[in-house]
């Protein structure tokens, strides 16, 4: 989806009808770098990215490593825009049919990598 589209989608999500109780618990919402929910012991900030073969890396040319320095950067990037530290990550793959246990731990030591800086 384009940049154009997307900011269409953005808007139209928006003036749907809020779930309950939105207005006392999201105060940024769809749209943003991040959403900021309000929480008992104070604002909690997520994101989440989906980084797709083809479009964001390529898989035939980008190790398994460097592929998850990005998705972690990605995340990384949207806490730098909204000025905030981050405290925790957490992660969603869509795993191809042969991938091994080799493979996840590549990924996720490219992950860690950069986690671990921003520690």
Known sequence: MGNARES????????????PRAADTVS????DDMAVLRAP??????????????????????DLERIGRKSIACSLSDCAAMAVRPLAATVSVALPSGWSMEDSQHLYCGMRSVADRFA
């Not at 940024?28 to 749209?31: A, L, Q």
């Not at 012991?41 to 990215?49: A, E, I, K, P, Y």
């Open 28 to 31: 940024v919402g769809i749209g």
């Open 41 to 62: 012991g104070g604002d909690v900030l997520m994101t989440s990215d989906m980084l797709l073969d083809g479009v964001h890396f390529d898989r035939a040319v980008d």
């Open 8 to 19: 269409e989608l953005i808007t139209w999500l928006t003036a749907q009808a809020q779930p």
